[in-house]
T-cell receptor, first 116, second 110 residues
Framework: DAGVIQSPRHEVTEMGQEVTLRCKPI?????LFWYRQTMMRGLELLIYFNNNVPIDDSGMPEDRFSAKMPNASFSTLKIQPSEPRDSAVYFCASSSPSTGTLETQYFGPGTRLLVL | KQEVTQIPAALSVPEGENLVLNCSFT??????LQWFRQDPGKGLTSLLL?????REQTSGRLNASLDKSSGRSTLYIAASQPGDSATYLCAVRTNSKLTFGKGITLSVRP
């Protein structure tokens, strides 16, 4: 398996522009998580989906952020309009609950976003 | 709200040394605790997972312990090597959510 795939790996944009981050989870996994990592705040959960349905979006910072999962093999995280404080590394992770409390999340390589 | 703390933020040791990385959490109602490794510019890789009913897990030179009642976990690395240099993150699971510490950046000097 190729693991969790994220694109792009790096994104540089100007303030006010729309940014779309993409994620392909591991085949067969039915939970998907979006995280943001910064030096100041560490790794924070933004939103997670179970069976393509958003379960908890309490970590989404504000209305400028939105996430979708149209099918089991694809998710997007969109920032519109982007601001310099959105600069961070965004990770996608997926998991399968079939192992119960042994469930572990598998992380993608991340998208490094810089908003100028 | 669950909070996970890892102190110190960075650690530098000579090769061959045995070392312990600490993690503490505020809410003991957890399903499990995991230790992850993150290399620069990379994603996270799970090292060890300890269920709430367990006291420790071992994998090779790594041993993780869990004291749920006191809200503490340690990651023991035996005979450290330069290849162990990375950031180690502790995460606790409540329901389906993981709460991460900020990590300890380990540097093992040859």
């Amino acid at each position: 398996d190729a693991g969790v795939i994220q694109s792009p790996r790096h994104e540089v944009t100007e303030m006010g522009q729309e940014v779309t981050l993409r994620c392909k989870p591991i085949s067969g996994h039915n939970s998907l998580f979006w995280y943001r990592q910064t030096m100041m705040r560490g790794l924070e959960l933004l939103i997670y989906f179970n069976n393509n349905v958003p379960i908890d979006d309490s970590g989404m910072p504000e209305d400028r952020f939105s996430a979708k999962m149209p099918n089991a093999s694809f998710s997007t995280l969109k920032i519109q309009p982007s601001e310099p404080r959105d600069s961070a590394v965004y990770f996608c992770a997926s998991s399968s609950p079939s192992t119960g409390t042994l469930e572990t999340q598998y992380f993608g390589p991340g998208t490094r976003l810089l908003v100028l | 709200k669950q909070e996970v703390t890892q102190i110190p933020a960075a650690l530098s040791v000579p090769e061959g040394e045995n070392l312990v990385l600490n993690c503490s959490f505020t809410d003991s109602a957890i399903y499990n605790l995991q230790w992850f490794r993150q290399d620069p510019g990379k994603g996270l890789t799970s090292l060890l997972l300890i269920q709430s009913s367990q006291r420790e897990q071992t994998s090779g030179r790594l041993n993780a312990s869990l004291d749920k009642s006191s809200g503490r976990s340690t990651l023991y690395i035996a005979a450290s090597q330069p290849g162990d240099s990375a950031t180690y993150l502790c995460a606790v699971r409540t329901n389906s959510k993981l709460t991460f510490g900020k990590g300890i950046t380990l540097s093992v000097r040859p």
